[in-house]
């Protein structure tokens, strides 16, 4: 399909997509979302990219190949079972900073949440490294 | 000496790092490194002389009761010293052999890597790492046979050693926690303190015959030696270290650990010199009607492992002495004549002794090297040879068991030494210079240097023994375990020794003169061992491995037989059947849940679901089969939304959404559904798909009725907020207290990604 | 309504072995998702069905009997993902061996040389 409609709704859809799937990603801890889901939430946008361009164009759209996306995330899940490390408890123990924001008010920092962004990561350029070869043709 | 063990590793996977254009330098490396070692362990000589003994004990995995030990004392001593003298000669002698081949660099990894194994074998005092050190010594062992891996014999002849000593290795194992077992322990020590436990448990003869298959196996008696010619496929240095020097004796040397343990009994007595001397007669009578210069070797070597032996089981002072002086005697003069072989080999461009002759003009220092080594292999005097037969002679004499019949074994099994030896030396060195023989080569000149080293040591040791004990004296105190002071002498004075000497070498040479004026003795020779020893041991060992492979594969056929659905029925049925049976005996047939309709839209909800799965299965187009599989997947997602999972709900949905998208993306290109099956099988396959179903019906609604261990869910619920600060309870799970699974599933995802991508993407190669 | 769940749980894997006893790899392929579909959903019953209390904690700590059971759930979850990845990485194959060999038929693969 080349609809110029669908094209131009993708443009701005895009940026919702991806802002839903992040927030899904954040607040995965406390309410429904997490890594899997927010990856997935993603990895969607491509699919709706992917009716209004040819798999091409979106190819050469994309910065960031998926299996960077890939092995990013599996460096976040990994990077974050170090700290337990140093924090003087064994491997892959929680850690977690309390910071206080002004306006937002006092949030939790741990490395779960760095696993939860690995995992994001890596579901999302599973899906994509899926949709991409599956879609070009050959 | 852990240090050593572990510089070995480096220095091993170093060579890989050294660029091509100083790859000659490669074995000098090696080579000075041994040297350095050498050095290293003859500092710790007078120590040891003295009695003492060095130990290293290092845990390893105290979990399971394994340590790393390491001991050096006069036993391992004597090995580490020819281990690495005889290593540091043979790099050195290697760095011209192998000049002309290609791939060295593995050829020394694998060998240095040997060396290393060969040194912790002998170092270790805990018998599952000796264990391990002896696998490693099998397995470099088969690499190194198979160097020339292009030649098919190699191949085979590789296998062959690996299959023997592997099959002697197991069983070396079974034996080692077999006495592991009796002790509650696999320490040297241990096992030397409680060796007279060892000796009465009832699980001692077991064990002891299955440490003598391991031992025989290693170090090639029969009717296990028929690896070790195979063997002589590996590059000549390879046949100098390994098949002479260093590794057939590890079997030797372990019998020499275990003689204070398992020694000193009837049985091993027996057994052990029995086997020795059937070793030690059979190799030196086949020797003689060899052609290969290398087999000749290999048949003496075969030989003097059960000289080896057969002292050892013998069991007196006299002949455990005899072992240790004999052991230095034949590193000696084996390991010479080896590269001597390899060096004739290159100068004249083959290995039949038929076809050399008359090297003595082109080579003189050759000869004088061969004499010297050869007069040592026959036990001639001055050489350490000749002090090595006397004791062993004397040995005989002393003998408790059997002395006569050792006596006449030993001196009928010398005799064809001393004839060997002359035969040798005047096939190759004397007479006349064989047409097409190859024009010497004078750059093979330096190879003559380590065999050089060798036979003059085989001199000087037998001119001034006393250099000896000090290496002698403690070893035969460890296996002994007492403490005597030896003298040894070239010269023992008149007596009956003296004279069953003089006997053996006058005999010899007749032998040899009748032999060498009327060639062709060695043709009938040769025919009427062929009728005795028919049974040619590599061709039933070859040919047995066949019919297993064959028989095997048989079976396999019955089993395997390529039809995915009949390997999906077979699984299916007897699962079903397994549950059956499992449900009846566990739980029985009760169905504990009341069968309502409330509330009614998920009633309606699963009806739709059981619909959709129905077309789905019965439609005919493919379009309608996803359409209904997609209808399946969101109506299961509401499901798990009505009952309280929303994190399921919500991955279901978007999962089954792409998997829509990736469906059709794939279903554009490809054919319609066939109709392939026939009413028949329809029918069949439908019923054991509802026998299945209803079975798995029949699971589910016990299932819910099972009390799961509540502890773990509750202890996720309890602490999701206060240990980890999170209040969706299956999202905790999965990032935080059970992260390293999921660590793992998205791992999973990743190879499957790769595994898509790399199939879709890498083109077929043609042809 | 356990029944009700357990026949259709029964029904998914009839339908998933049915399927994959088909010689058509697409329709193996689908019998595979219903296999997994029937697995998770079996997994899901297993710790008993709560509608309507989602295991979500509060800071005031609440009534632990009523809530749904947390872990299955995550089992569930990675094993629907796992699943997905699965299924894909069948229909890539499915789609290479299409290409290799232009048949659907499951029995043509007797070889491994295309």
């Not at chain 2, 002697?168 to 096992?191: N, P, T």
């Not at chain 2, 440490?211 to 046949?239: C, D, E, N, R, Y």
């Not at chain 2, 999170?726 to 699974?741: C, M, Q």
């Not at chain 3, 990485?89 to 007797?110: E, G, H």
Request: hydrophobic content about 55%; aromatic content about 14%.
């Amino acid at each position: 399909m080349n609809s110029i409609i669908l094209q131009l709704a993708a443009k701005y859809l895009k940026i919702l997509f991806l802002l839903f799937a992040l927030i899904a990603l954040i607040r995965g801890h406390n309410y429904p979302g997490g890594g899997f889901i927010g990856g997935l939430l993603a990895a969607l946008y491509i699919v709706y990219d992917s009716l209004a361009f040819t798999s091409q164009q979106i190819e050469k759209k994309l910065r960031i190949h998926p299996e960077q996306y890939i092995g990013a995330g599996l460096l976040c899940a990994l990077l974050s079972f170090i700290p337990g490390i140093y924090s003087g408890s064994s491997l892959m123990k929680g850690v977690w900073l309390s910071l206080d924001i002004p306006v937002i008010g006092v949030t939790k920092l741990g490395t779960p949440l760095l696993f939860d962004i690995g995992v994001f990561l890596t579901v999302m350029g599973v899906t994509l490294l899926f949709l991409f070869t599956l879609s070009t043709k050959r | 000496m852990l240090i050593i063990l572990i510089l070995y590793l480096v220095l091993a996977f170093a060579l890989f790092l050294i660029p091509a254009k100083l790859s000659k330098f490669k074995p000098l490396l090696i080579a000075f490194f041994h040297l350095c070692l050498f050095g290293f362990f003859m500092t710790h000589l007078p120590d040891v002389a003295a009695g003492k003994s060095i130990d290293i004990h290092q845990q390893w995995i105290p979990q399971l009761g394994l340590n790393f030990e390491l001991r050096l004392d006069g036993l391992s001593m004597v090995f580490a010293l020819l281990i690495t003298f005889i290593g540091f000669l043979i790099f050195i002698y290697a760095l011209t052999y192998m000049k002309s081949y290609t791939g060295t660099t593995k050829f020394y990894f694998y060998l240095t890597l040997f060396s290393g194994a060969m040194l912790g074998l002998v170092l270790s005092a805990d018998f599952i790492q000796l264990f391990m050190f002896w696998e490693l010594t099998s397995v470099l062992s088969f690499l190194l046979i198979s160097y020339f891996n292009e030649n098919e014999q190699a191949r085979k002849a590789a296998f062959q050693s690996l299959f023997v000593t592997g099959f002697g290795g197991l069983c070396l194992f079974a034996a080692i926690i077999l006495i592991g077992s009796i002790v509650d322990s696999y320490s040297l020590s241990e096992w030397l303190e409680n060796a007279h436990l060892i000796k009465e448990d009832r699980r001692y003869l077991p064990a002891l015959v299955l440490v003598l298959i391991g031992i025989f196996t290693k170090s090639a008696q029969f009717p296990f030696h028929f690896w070790l010619l195979g063997a002589m496929q590996a590059p000549t240095p390879v046949s100098a270290f390994l098949h002479s020097a260093t590794m057939v004796k590890a079997g030797v040397f372990l019998l020499a650990r275990l003689y204070p343990i398992l020694g000193g009994t009837p049985e091993w007595t027996q057994v052990v010199s029995l086997f020795g001397a059937l070793t030690m007669l059979t190799g030196s009578y086949l020797a003689i009607t060899q052609i290969d210069i290398k087999l000749i070797l290999a048949y003496t070597t075969i030989s003097a492992l059960g000289v080896l032996v057969l002292l050892l089981g013998m069991d007196t002072q006299q002949s455990v002495k005899a072992a240790m002086v004999f052991l230095f005697v034949h590193a000696f003069y084996k390991s010479a004549l080896f590269m001597l072989a390899g060096y004739i080999t290159k100068e004249t461009g083959t290995r039949s002794i038929d076809k050399i002759g008359g090297l003595i003009k082109t080579s003189p220092i050759g000869f004088v090297i061969a004499m010297i080594a050869l007069f040592s292999m026959a036990g001639l005097p001055p050489m350490l040879g000749f002090i090595g037969k006397e004791l062993i002679y004397e040995a005989k004499f002393d003998s408790p068991w059997m002395s006569t019949a050792l006596l006449i074994i030993g001196v009928t099994s010398n005799i064809f030494m001393v004839t060997i030896a002359f035969l040798f030396l005047f096939e190759v060195f004397l007479g006349q210079a064989n047409e097409g023989q190859k024009k010497s080569d004078s750059s093979y000149k330096f190879l003559l240097f380590s065999p050089g080293i060798l036979a003059l040591l085989s001199l000087g040791f037998g001119l001034f023994p006393d250099w000896l004990t000090q290496l002698v004296g403690p070893a035969l105190n460890i296996i002994r375990m007492d403490d005597v002071q030896i003298k040894l002498k070239l010269w023992h004075g008149l007596n009956q020794v003296f004279f069953l000497s003089l006997f053996t070498v006058m005999v010899g040479v007749l032998l040899f003169i009748h032999i060498y004026k009327h060639k062709q003795v060695i043709r009938v020779w040769q025919r009427v061992n062929n009728r005795i020893f028919s049974i040619n041991f590599t061709k039933v060992f070859s040919s047995g491995l066949d019919k297993f492979i064959a028989f095997s594969s048989k079976n396999t056929q019955l089993i395997q037989h390529g039809y995915s659905r009949f390997y999906i029925i077979t699984i299916i049925v007897f699962t079903s059947i397994l549950l059956i049976f499992q449900l009846y005996i566990t739980r029985g047939w009760e169905i504990e849940s009341t069968f309502t309709l409330q509330p009614f839209y998920i009633s309606g909800l699963v009806l739709i679901i059981m619909l959709s799965v129905l077309m789905s299965v019965l439609s005919t187009h493919r379009l309608f089969t996803i359409i209904a599989m997609a209808v399946t997947g969101y109506g299961i997602s509401l499901i798990y939304l009505y009952y309280s999972a929303v994190d399921l709900a919500i991955t279901q949905i978007i999962i089954e959404t792409l998997m829509v998208v990736m469906f059709v993306l794939v279903l554009r290109r490809l054919p319609k559904f066939a109709k392939l099956s026939n009413r028949r099988t329809k029918m069949r396959d439908a019923f054991i798909a509802l026998g299945f179903g209803l079975i798995m019906t029949f699971l589910a609604l016990k299932a819910i009725n099972v009390d799961f261990n509540p502890s773990i869910s509750d202890y996720f619920v309890d602490n999701s907020a206060l240990k980890a600060y999170g209040k969706n309870v299956v999202n905790v799970i999965l990032v935080d207290f059970r992260a390293l699974d999921t660590l793992g599933e998205i791992t999973v995802l990743t190879i499957a990604a790769l595994g898509v991508y790399t199939l879709l993407n890498v083109k077929k190669t043609k042809k | 309504m356990e029944i009700l769940l357990s026949a259709l749980t029964g029904l998914l894997y009839a339908g998933g072995v049915y399927l994959i006893l088909r010689r058509s790899i697409l329709k193996f392929i689908i019998g595979i998702i219903f296999m997994s579909n029937a697995t998770n959903l079996l997994v899901f019953l297993s710790a008993g069905i709560v509608p309507g209390q989602p295991a979500f904690v509060g800071d005031a700590p609440s009534d632990t009997e009523l809530m749904a059971d947390p872990l299955p759930q995550a089992l569930v979850l990675t094993a629907i993902v796992i699943g997905f990845g699965i299924a894909v990485f069948t229909l890539a194959l499915k789609y290479k061996f299409f290409k290799a060999t232009s048949t659907d038929d499951l029995d043509q693969l007797t070889n491994t040389d295309a």
